[in-house]
Protein backbone atom coordinates (compact mmCIF):
# COMPACT_ATOMS: atom_id res chain seq x y z
CA UNK A 1 0.00 0.00 0.00
CA UNK A 2 3.07 2.19 0.45
CA UNK A 3 4.84 1.72 -2.45
CA UNK A 4 5.91 3.68 -5.53
CA UNK A 5 5.85 2.31 -8.95
CA UNK A 6 7.21 3.87 -11.93
CA UNK A 7 7.67 2.35 -15.24
CA UNK A 8 8.11 3.23 -18.86
CA UNK A 9 5.38 0.40 -19.66
CA UNK A 10 3.36 0.14 -17.87
CA UNK A 11 3.59 0.19 -13.65
CA UNK A 12 0.32 -1.94 -13.18
CA UNK A 13 -0.66 -4.48 -16.36
CA UNK A 14 -3.69 -6.61 -15.03
CA UNK A 15 -3.84 -10.11 -17.53
CA UNK A 16 -6.53 -11.45 -19.53
CA UNK A 17 -9.34 -12.62 -16.42
CA UNK A 18 -6.94 -11.76 -13.30
CA UNK A 19 -8.55 -10.31 -10.00
CA UNK A 20 -6.53 -6.97 -8.44
CA UNK A 21 -7.10 -5.16 -5.53
CA UNK A 22 -4.87 -1.76 -5.09
CA UNK A 23 -5.10 -0.18 -1.61
CA UNK A 24 -2.72 2.85 -1.45
CA UNK A 25 0.61 3.16 -3.10
CA UNK A 26 1.66 5.30 -6.34
CA UNK A 27 2.10 4.31 -9.64
CA UNK A 28 3.58 6.26 -12.81
CA UNK A 29 3.78 5.68 -16.22
CA UNK A 30 6.64 7.34 -17.40
CA UNK A 31 6.25 8.94 -20.90
CA UNK A 32 4.93 8.04 -23.04
CA UNK A 33 3.42 5.03 -20.92
CA UNK A 34 0.18 4.11 -19.11
CA UNK A 35 0.06 3.58 -15.48
CA UNK A 36 -2.53 0.84 -14.74
CA UNK A 37 -3.91 -1.15 -17.43
CA UNK A 38 -6.53 -3.20 -16.43
CA UNK A 39 -7.83 -6.29 -18.60
CA UNK A 40 -9.17 -8.30 -15.90
CA UNK A 41 -10.85 -7.08 -12.40
CA UNK A 42 -9.94 -4.62 -10.89
CA UNK A 43 -10.45 -2.53 -7.72
CA UNK A 44 -8.51 0.73 -6.53
CA UNK A 45 -8.35 2.63 -3.26
CA UNK A 46 -6.43 5.65 -2.13
CA UNK A 47 -4.07 5.41 -4.49
CA UNK A 48 -2.28 8.38 -6.52
CA UNK A 49 -1.84 7.80 -10.58
CA UNK A 50 -0.15 9.77 -12.83
CA UNK A 51 0.92 9.17 -16.63
CA UNK A 52 1.89 12.08 -17.99
CA UNK A 53 1.25 11.82 -21.95
CA UNK A 54 -0.19 8.69 -21.21
CA UNK A 55 -3.37 6.64 -19.05
CA UNK A 56 -3.62 7.06 -15.51
CA UNK A 57 -6.09 3.70 -16.15
CA UNK A 58 -6.24 2.72 -18.83
CA UNK A 59 -9.80 -0.27 -19.46
CA UNK A 60 -9.26 -2.20 -22.12
CA UNK A 61 -10.22 -5.88 -23.98
CA UNK A 62 -6.88 -7.51 -25.05
CA UNK A 63 -6.90 -7.77 -28.54
CA UNK A 64 -9.80 -9.27 -30.37
CA UNK A 65 -12.11 -8.78 -27.56
CA UNK A 66 -11.51 -12.20 -26.35
CA UNK A 67 -11.56 -10.75 -22.28
CA UNK A 68 -13.64 -8.14 -20.43
CA UNK A 69 -12.25 -5.36 -18.23
CA UNK A 70 -13.99 -4.46 -15.34
CA UNK A 71 -12.68 -1.58 -12.63
CA UNK A 72 -14.18 -0.19 -9.58
CA UNK A 73 -12.64 3.13 -8.63
CA UNK A 74 -13.03 3.51 -4.55
CA UNK A 75 -11.04 6.44 -4.01
CA UNK A 76 -7.90 7.70 -5.53
CA UNK A 77 -5.91 10.82 -7.32
CA UNK A 78 -5.86 10.59 -11.36
CA UNK A 79 -3.66 13.38 -11.51
CA UNK A 80 -1.18 15.36 -14.65
CA UNK A 81 -2.08 12.63 -17.49
CA UNK A 82 -3.75 12.84 -20.43
CA UNK A 83 -6.52 11.07 -19.68
CA UNK A 84 -7.24 9.88 -16.34
CA UNK A 85 -9.46 7.12 -16.41
CA UNK A 86 -9.13 5.90 -20.15
CA UNK A 87 -12.35 3.85 -21.06
CA UNK A 88 -11.23 1.81 -23.76
CA UNK A 89 -13.66 -1.19 -23.30
CA UNK A 90 -15.28 -3.42 -20.89
CA UNK A 91 -16.74 -1.64 -18.04
CA UNK A 92 -15.82 1.22 -15.48
CA UNK A 93 -17.70 1.95 -11.82
CA UNK A 94 -16.50 5.14 -10.48
CA UNK A 95 -17.25 5.38 -6.50
CA UNK A 96 -14.68 8.50 -5.70
CA UNK A 97 -12.06 10.02 -7.18
CA UNK A 98 -10.06 13.32 -7.44
CA UNK A 99 -8.62 15.00 -10.75
CA UNK A 100 -6.18 17.31 -11.51
CA UNK A 101 -3.80 18.31 -14.56
CA UNK A 102 -5.25 16.16 -16.48
CA UNK A 103 -6.25 16.89 -20.55
CA UNK A 104 -9.33 14.94 -19.67
CA UNK A 105 -10.67 13.08 -16.48
CA UNK A 106 -12.55 10.70 -18.23
CA UNK A 107 -12.56 9.38 -21.81
CA UNK A 108 -14.47 7.47 -23.62
CA UNK A 109 -13.72 5.65 -26.41
CA UNK A 110 -16.63 4.88 -29.39
CA UNK A 111 -20.10 3.93 -27.52
CA UNK A 112 -18.78 3.75 -24.21
CA UNK A 113 -20.60 4.93 -20.95
CA UNK A 114 -18.88 5.08 -17.44
CA UNK A 115 -21.22 4.28 -14.18
CA UNK A 116 -20.91 7.08 -11.79
CA UNK A 117 -22.28 6.33 -8.24
CA UNK A 118 -23.91 9.10 -6.32
CA UNK A 119 -20.91 8.64 -3.60
CA UNK A 120 -19.15 10.96 -6.20
CA UNK A 121 -18.68 14.27 -5.23
CA UNK A 122 -16.08 15.77 -7.76
CA UNK A 123 -15.95 17.72 -10.68
CA UNK A 124 -14.68 15.70 -13.88
CA UNK A 125 -13.78 16.78 -17.35
CA UNK A 126 -14.78 14.32 -19.82
CA UNK A 127 -14.07 13.73 -23.63
CA UNK A 128 -15.18 11.30 -26.52
CA UNK A 129 -13.89 9.28 -29.31
CA UNK A 130 -17.39 10.28 -30.80
CA UNK A 131 -19.00 13.35 -29.60
CA UNK A 132 -22.37 14.47 -30.70
CA UNK A 133 -25.47 15.93 -29.86
CA UNK A 134 -27.23 13.71 -27.50
CA UNK A 135 -24.48 11.18 -26.96
CA UNK A 136 -24.45 8.98 -23.36
CA UNK A 137 -21.98 9.43 -21.07
CA UNK A 138 -23.19 7.83 -18.15
CA UNK A 139 -25.12 4.53 -17.55
CA UNK A 140 -28.92 5.64 -16.44
CA UNK A 141 -29.83 5.57 -12.85
CA UNK A 142 -32.31 6.61 -10.74
CA UNK A 143 -32.79 9.38 -8.90
CA UNK A 144 -31.63 12.84 -9.10
CA UNK A 145 -27.68 11.91 -9.25
CA UNK A 146 -27.49 12.58 -12.70
CA UNK A 147 -28.77 15.80 -12.65
CA UNK A 148 -26.53 16.78 -9.64
CA UNK A 149 -23.40 15.29 -10.85
CA UNK A 150 -20.54 18.25 -12.21
CA UNK A 151 -19.36 16.62 -15.31
CA UNK A 152 -17.81 19.46 -17.99
CA UNK A 153 -17.03 18.52 -21.88
CA UNK A 154 -13.76 18.72 -22.99
CA UNK A 155 -15.00 18.19 -26.45
CA UNK A 156 -15.10 21.66 -28.17
CA UNK A 157 -18.57 23.67 -28.32
CA UNK A 158 -20.36 20.71 -26.26
CA UNK A 159 -21.49 21.33 -23.07
CA UNK A 160 -22.94 18.06 -20.50
CA UNK A 161 -26.65 17.92 -20.10
CA UNK A 162 -28.72 15.28 -19.00
CA UNK A 163 -31.64 13.23 -20.25
CA UNK A 164 -34.62 10.99 -18.92
CA UNK A 165 -35.62 7.56 -19.97
CA UNK A 166 -39.29 6.29 -20.69
CA UNK A 167 -38.55 4.60 -16.95
CA UNK A 168 -37.71 7.48 -14.99
CA UNK A 169 -34.44 6.65 -14.91
CA UNK A 170 -31.52 9.71 -15.83
CA UNK A 171 -27.97 10.18 -17.59
CA UNK A 172 -25.56 12.59 -18.53
CA UNK A 173 -24.85 13.64 -22.18
CA UNK A 174 -23.45 15.61 -24.36
CA UNK A 175 -25.72 18.55 -26.21
CA UNK A 176 -23.87 20.79 -28.43
CA UNK A 177 -23.61 24.92 -28.03
CA UNK A 178 -25.87 27.26 -29.80
CA UNK A 179 -25.07 30.15 -31.15
CA UNK A 180 -27.27 32.66 -30.20
CA UNK A 181 -27.53 36.76 -31.38
CA UNK A 182 -29.63 39.40 -31.22
CA UNK A 183 -30.18 41.90 -34.02
CA UNK A 184 -32.11 45.07 -34.79
CA UNK A 185 -33.05 46.08 -30.75
CA UNK A 186 -32.80 49.98 -30.70
CA UNK A 187 -30.95 51.50 -27.47
CA UNK A 188 -33.46 53.47 -26.45
CA UNK A 189 -37.40 52.33 -26.99
CA UNK A 190 -40.14 54.43 -26.48
CA UNK A 191 -42.83 53.08 -24.48
CA UNK A 192 -46.07 53.48 -26.87
CA UNK A 193 -43.69 52.01 -29.58
CA UNK A 194 -42.76 48.65 -29.46
CA UNK A 195 -39.21 47.39 -30.98
CA UNK A 196 -38.65 44.93 -33.48
CA UNK A 197 -35.65 42.50 -33.21
CA UNK A 198 -34.75 39.45 -34.99
CA UNK A 199 -32.71 36.59 -32.82
CA UNK A 200 -30.64 34.09 -35.11
CA UNK A 201 -29.59 30.70 -33.75
CA UNK A 202 -27.07 29.10 -35.18
CA UNK A 203 -26.54 25.05 -34.45
CA UNK A 204 -24.63 23.06 -37.32
CA UNK A 205 -24.80 19.36 -36.24
CA UNK A 206 -27.26 19.94 -33.30
CA UNK A 207 -30.77 17.48 -33.46
CA UNK A 208 -34.04 18.04 -31.85
CA UNK A 209 -35.79 21.09 -30.42
CA UNK A 210 -34.86 23.40 -27.37
CA UNK A 211 -36.93 26.54 -25.77
CA UNK A 212 -35.83 29.82 -26.85
CA UNK A 213 -36.53 32.31 -23.52
CA UNK A 214 -35.94 35.77 -22.59
CA UNK A 215 -36.55 35.21 -18.89
CA UNK A 216 -38.60 37.13 -17.01
CA UNK A 217 -38.94 39.43 -20.16
CA UNK A 218 -41.11 36.68 -21.55
CA UNK A 219 -44.33 38.64 -20.91
CA UNK A 220 -42.93 41.72 -22.53
CA UNK A 221 -42.27 40.23 -25.41
CA UNK A 222 -44.62 38.73 -28.94
CA UNK A 223 -43.03 36.54 -31.23
CA UNK A 224 -43.88 36.63 -35.20
CA UNK A 225 -45.74 33.08 -36.13
CA UNK A 226 -45.42 31.45 -39.41
CA UNK A 227 -48.20 33.70 -40.76
CA UNK A 228 -46.72 37.07 -39.81
CA UNK A 229 -48.97 38.04 -37.28
CA UNK A 230 -47.30 38.47 -33.75
CA UNK A 231 -48.33 36.60 -30.79
CA UNK A 232 -47.94 36.25 -26.91
CA UNK A 233 -44.33 34.63 -25.97
CA UNK A 234 -45.29 31.69 -23.69
CA UNK A 235 -44.70 32.24 -20.88
CA UNK A 236 -41.55 29.89 -20.16
CA UNK A 237 -40.72 30.30 -23.96
CA UNK A 238 -41.18 29.21 -27.51
CA UNK A 239 -39.85 25.86 -28.73
CA UNK A 240 -37.51 26.05 -31.54
CA UNK A 241 -36.03 23.52 -33.85
CA UNK A 242 -32.53 22.74 -33.33
CA UNK A 243 -31.90 20.67 -36.17
CA UNK A 244 -30.20 22.31 -39.74
CA UNK A 245 -28.34 25.48 -39.04
CA UNK A 246 -28.46 28.89 -38.86
CA UNK A 247 -32.53 29.93 -38.09
CA UNK A 248 -33.67 33.59 -37.79
CA UNK A 249 -36.52 34.33 -35.22
CA UNK A 250 -39.21 37.53 -35.19
CA UNK A 251 -40.05 39.74 -31.97
CA UNK A 252 -41.13 42.67 -30.65
CA UNK A 253 -41.03 44.38 -27.03
CA UNK A 254 -43.20 46.39 -24.82
CA UNK A 255 -40.85 47.35 -22.03
CA UNK A 256 -43.00 47.73 -18.51
CA UNK A 257 -40.72 49.31 -17.10
CA UNK A 258 -38.82 52.62 -17.76
CA UNK A 259 -34.63 53.11 -17.65
CA UNK A 260 -31.71 50.87 -18.37
CA UNK A 261 -32.60 47.07 -18.85
CA UNK A 262 -31.20 44.40 -20.47
CA UNK A 263 -32.68 41.54 -22.99
CA UNK A 264 -31.03 38.25 -22.69
CA UNK A 265 -31.97 35.31 -24.90
CA UNK A 266 -31.90 32.08 -24.52
CA UNK A 267 -31.69 28.58 -26.09
CA UNK A 268 -32.37 25.90 -23.62
CA UNK A 269 -32.73 22.36 -23.61
CA UNK A 270 -32.75 19.69 -20.54
CA UNK A 271 -32.31 22.66 -18.08
CA UNK A 272 -29.08 23.40 -19.67
CA UNK A 273 -27.91 26.54 -21.15
CA UNK A 274 -26.87 26.06 -24.97
CA UNK A 275 -26.33 29.42 -25.50
CA UNK A 276 -26.94 32.74 -24.35
CA UNK A 277 -26.76 36.84 -26.01
CA UNK A 278 -27.66 39.92 -24.03
CA UNK A 279 -28.53 43.65 -25.63
CA UNK A 280 -28.67 46.55 -23.12
CA UNK A 281 -31.49 49.07 -23.76
CA UNK A 282 -33.11 52.20 -22.21
Known amino acids: SDTNWTSAESAVCNWKNSKMTITGGTFTGTDPADAIVNNGEMHIANATVDAKNGSALKNQYLSGGKYSASTEIISGTFKDSAKGIDLQSGSVVLKNAEFSGNRAD ?6 KQITIEETFNHNATVACADPGDGRQLTTAT ?9 LTSA ?117 VKLGTADKDYT
Open 106 to 111: IYLNTG
Open 142 to 150: TGEDPKNLN
Open 155 to 271: NEDYLVGYKKTADGKEYRCLSKKVGVTINGLKGEIKAEDPAEFTVTLTHENSTGTGILTFGDKNSEIEYKDKNGAYQPMPKDGREVDLSGNNKNYEFRITPKDAGEQKLTAAVVRDD
